[in-house]
C-alpha cells in the first residue's frame, strides 16, 4: 500500500482555507491541518475551523496559541473599531486597520516548526493576492522569500530535501475560489469571514472581509449559505451597495 | 532632544541574549525587549530574562506565549531526556534532539509583528555561528534570508523603510561573546542557559547549553558567576571533561 504523502494545511475558518483544504485532499495529502488561537476578538474563526476539519474528515488538528495581542494597532486583536462598507477604492489602497502584523509570516512559521515535527515537506496556505485586503504578506513574493527562508531554517537545508508553500489560491479571484471550492464539495456554510460578527457569531456583511465574500459569491453566481445580519442576504445577484443598513 | 532609535531585542535570559542587549543599549537603541513563553519544560529562562531587563534599565519587555509543545520530538519541550556530557564531536554533528523545530523562525516573525506594531525597523537576535550546537536556524544565512522575508511580509516593503536583523555575536566564540559581555558590565550571574536544571533552578553543568558556556567561560579567563549541581564549578581553568557526576 502506498503511503499518501502529508502536508500541513492552515485552516482560519474562512472560506479560503476551507478550499486550500479541499484542494489539498484531492491532490491526495494526508492533512495536518493547524489552526491559530492568536488573541483574535472572537472565537467563531476557530469553531468554523473545526467544523470545516471534521467536514472533510481531517482528524488531525491543533490549535496553536500565540498571543499575537501584545502587538498594538490591529481591530482584529485590539480594541479598534472595524470598518464597515468601505467601498472598492478604500479597500483597495493601503493597508487597513485589520491587517495583524506578520501574522502570515508567524502562522507559516509555526506551520513550519508543525512540519518539521511530523516529517512533512509540503505546506498548504490559502493566501490571495487577488481579492486581499491589501496586506502585504499575501503577496507571491512574500511567499517565495518564506520558502526560500524555510528552507534554510530547518533540518530541509542541512538534509538536503525540499519544502514547498503551497498557494493554490494566490492569483485567484474571490469568485474562482468559490467555483473552485462547490466544484470539490466544499460547504461554505461552515466557514466565517466576518470580522466583525455578533454575540452570535452571525456576520455583519459590512466588513471588508464579508463584503469581498458576497462579492464573490455573486461573481460567482452562487449562493452563500452564511446568514448575515440585519436582514442582509448572500443570494446571488444582490449588490452589496444597495444593501440596508 | 534626539530621540532615540528603537529596536527590538529577543531576550531568552540566556548568556549571549544579555550580551546582545548590552550591545544593543551601547548602540544607543531604546529597548523594546521580547520574550517566549513556548511551552520549555521549565521557567527558569523566563525569570532570568526578567532578571536581565531589570538590571539593564530594560521596562518595555513583553512575553509571548506561543505553544510550539505542539511539536513533537524536541527534548526542550517534550518529555524526552536532555542528553548529558556529550563530547566535541558528538557536539559538532548533526542536529541535537533539544532542536525546537523552526524555533528563531517563530521567534523572529513574532518579534517582526510587535517591531512592526511599534514602528521599529532594528531587530536584534543573538544568534551563534561558531558555538551553536548544530541549530540550522542560527547560520548567516539563514538571517539573511529572514530579513529578505521580512521585508516583503510587512509594512516596511510597502512603505518603502528597511527592517535589520542584528546579529551581533554570529561569528564570535562563546569567549568572544563573554570578554565583550564583561567589558559592557553584564552580570552573568543573573542569565540562566541550562537546559536541564533542577527543581531551583540550579544548571546541571552537563548539557550541551552548561557545557558550551561553561568551555567559554575558560577560555575566557572568566569565572562563571552560576552555580552548578554535584560541586561542579564556573570556575576558570576546570575542564568540562575531568568533572565529577
Redesign the interface.
Known sequence: MEVPLKAVVLVSGGLDSATVLAIARKQGFAIHA?SFDYGQRHRFELLAAARVCKSMGVSDH?V?????N?????ALTNDIPVPHNRNETEMSHG?PVTY???????F???A???????GVNDLFIGVNAVDYSGY??C?P??IA??E???N????A??EGHHLTVHTPLISLTKADIIRRGLTLGVDYGLTHSCYDPDASGVSCGECDSCQLRLRGFREANAVDPIRYRSGQSGQSGQSGHERKQ
Chains 1, 2 share one sequence.
Request: contains cysteine.
Open positions: 493547524i491543533v496553536c496559541r500565540v498571543d499575537t501584545i502587538f498594538r494597532g490591529s493597508i495583524v502584523p506578520a501574522r502570515n509570516t508567524i507559516l512559521s509555526i513550519l516548526g508543525l512540519a518539521e515535527s511530523v502585504p504578506d503577496r513574493e512574500f522569500a518564506f526560500t527562508m524555510a534554510l531554517a530547518t533540518r537545508g542541512v
